[in-house]
């Protein structure tokens, strides 16, 4: 293991997705337009959205950041509505264990895993790592909402077509595992290691997170996960979305994210593009594309 700091991005294939879904009344239509390559079977108004999971080396130990789909995400999502509209495409290499694989990773070579938030595209392989001696890491907030939402004997799950009251979303496959006390919880903002924190961010979820890392060549980064959705969400105003459970948690978590770049000059990572937000000394901030690795 490295004595320095390092992240690798993982790309674990894509999804079809409206643009609509996810950047709601967005005044600009064309803004993620270097999204409309990708995928095989895009419908009109969709964008190819791509699922990532990272990797964070460190002297006290290897990290992992979310865990992509399940390779049997599309038998598990059982109501076909949701596979048409988030059709995930892997390519031929391109699932999570594959990555891994790639990479020479396998699950019992991590000390730490954390969730994000529990998404099936971003918990889909959590079961893998619930049998290693990894310490697994979400927010407390989101470990009792899929309890008290998802978890019960009694589940209200087809009230609406999007978020928590839907199917949409999660797989209780996922994270059943972590049941009852395989979790490690976190609140707030919490240094996990030296120069990595986890960073709450509630409003996508009960309890999403943002992960913050400083790297020695290319500084503070955060990996926004969800809460940044797209780079198109990034603005003045931010641009939210229908799937958002508390728009207005989400709305100042939004700017907490702002604040963070403007201390800490941070390059932000949003949860599925492949740009990220670079401020810059000239414009409010550009796009740079993501790269496989940073130090």
């Not at 988030?86 to 891994?100: C, K, W």
């Not at 909402?145 to 839907?166: A, Q």
Request: charged share 25%; with cysteine.
């Amino acid at each position: 293991m490295s004595g320095k700091i390092s992240l690798t991005v993982l790309e674990c294939g894509v999804t079809a997705l409206d643009f609509e879904l996810v950047a709601t009344g967005h005044p600009d239509k064309q803004a993620s337009k270097h999204l409309s390559r990708g995928h095989p079977r895009l419908g009109e108004g969709q964008i190819a959205h791509p699922v990532y999971a990272y990797v964070i080396e460190h002297p006290g130990g290897r990290i992992l950041v979310d865990t992509g789909f399940s390779d049997a995400a599309r038998k598990d999502w059982k109501n076909e509505h949701y596979k048409g509209v988030m059709d995930y495409e892997p390519g031929d290499d391109g699932l999570f264990t594959q990555r891994l694989e790639q990479h020479g990773l396998k699950a019992g070579d991590f000390d730490d895993v954390i969730i994000t938030h529990l998404h099936t595209d971003h918990a889909g392989n959590v079961p893998m790592f619930a049998a290693t001696e990894a310490r697994i890491l979400l927010h407390e907030e989101e470990l009792r909402g899929i309890v008290d939402v998802k978890g019960g004997m009694l589940r209200d799950d087809l009230l609406t077509m999007w978020g928590v009251t839907s199917p949409q979303g999660f797989t209780r496959k996922d994270w059943a595992c972590l049941m009852p006390d395989r979790a490690t919880t976190v609140f707030g903002d919490m240094e996990i290691y030296r120069g990595i924190w986890t960073v709450s961010l509630p409003g996508h979820t009960w309890g999403s997170i943002g992960v913050a890392v400083n790297l020695p060549h290319t500084g503070w980064v955060l990996l926004a996960s969800d809460h940044i959705y797209l780079a198109a969400t990034w603005g003045d105003p931010f641009v939210g979305n229908i799937l958002n459970q508390d728009p207005s948690a989400w709305a100042l978590s939004a700017v907490k994210c702002r604040r963070l770049q403007e201390k800490y000059d941070m390059r932000i990572f949003p949860g599925h593009d492949n740009k990220i937000i670079v401020p810059d000394k000239h414009e409010p901030f550009v796009l740079e594309d993501v790269r496989p690795s940073y130090d």
